[in-house]
T-cell receptor, first 115, second 113 residues
Framework: NAGVMQNPRHLVRRRGQEARLRCSPM?????VYWYRQLPEEGLKFMVYLQKENIIDESGMPKERFSAEFPKEGPSILRIQQVVRGDSAAYFC?????????????FGPGTRLLVL | AQKVTQAQTEISVVEKEDVTLDCVYETRDTTYYLFWYKQPPSGELVFLIRRNSFDEQNEISGRYSWNFQKSTSSFNFTITASQVVDSAVYFCALMDSNYQLIWGAGTKLIIKP
């Protein structure tokens, strides 16, 4: 059973470009979470999605950031017009049922570097 | 407010020593979950343990053990007979009623041969 998959593992963008980060949850998991880890810090929650629904986006910056989890295909975290402060590791996690009862399993992360 | 504090930024010990990583949390919820994750130098996050707020039994898994004390809001992690491969950043996290994981800042553990 493959774990949570994220790609790309490393992404370099210039200021003003768009970054698209993809996450495929574990087989049988229908809940996806995105977290951001700034250098030398713990992770910060960004958004919680189920298929075709955003459940909680309280941690998402109000501008430039969006997330989706379509009926088919991976979850996408999109960052438009990236700035240097967006440089971070972005982790995706998945769980099989309602999050209150289940552990979140993490992917390997995407390291975004904005030049 | 929900908060997780890992006061130890970095710990360095010699191989085979025992080491305890501290975690103190704050929450108003009566039902919550506590977690430990390991982040080795390769960067991935490895789940170690989940504990719910109603289960105060200590847990042992090989060289790892966890001490959950509700009275002091602590969930400490001990590695016995540490090994170089234990070198990593260890995160304590709290899951609140909103399903979000709230993370401590992490403790960097260095095991010297």
């Amino acid at each position: 059973n493959a774990g949570v998959m994220q790609n790309p593992r490393h992404l370099v963008r210039r200021r003003g470009q768009e970054a698209r980060l993809r996450c495929s949850p574990m087989k049988g998991h229908s809940h996806v979470y995105w977290y951001r880890q700034l250098p030398e810090e713990g992770l910060k929650f960004m958004v919680y999605l189920q298929k075709e629904n955003i459940i909680d986006e309280s941690g998402m910056p109000k501008e430039r950031f969006s997330a989706e989890f379509p009926k088919e295909g991976p979850s996408i975290l999109r960052i438009q017009q990236v700035v240097r402060g967006d440089s971070a590791a972005y982790f995706c996690a998945s769980s099989p049922l309602g999050a209150s009862a289940e552990t979140q399993y993490f992917g390997p992360g995407t390291r975004l570097l904005v030049l | 407010a929900q908060k997780v504090t890992q006061a130890q930024t970095e710990i360095s010990v010699v191989e085979k020593e025992d080491v305890t990583l501290d975690c103190v949390y704050e929450t108003r919820d009566t039902t919550y979950y506590l977690f430990w994750y390991k982040q080795p130098p390769s960067g991935e996050l490895v789940f170690l343990i989940r504990r719910n707020s109603f289960d105060e039994q200590n847990e042992i898994s090989g060289r790892y053990s966890w001490n959950f004390q509700k009275s002091t809001s602590s969930f400490n992690f001990t590695i016995t007979a540490s090994q170089v491969v234990d070198s990593a950043v260890y995160f304590c996290a709290l899951m609140d009623s909103n399903y979000q994981l709230i993370w401590g800042a992490g403790t960097k553990l260095i095991i010297k041969p």
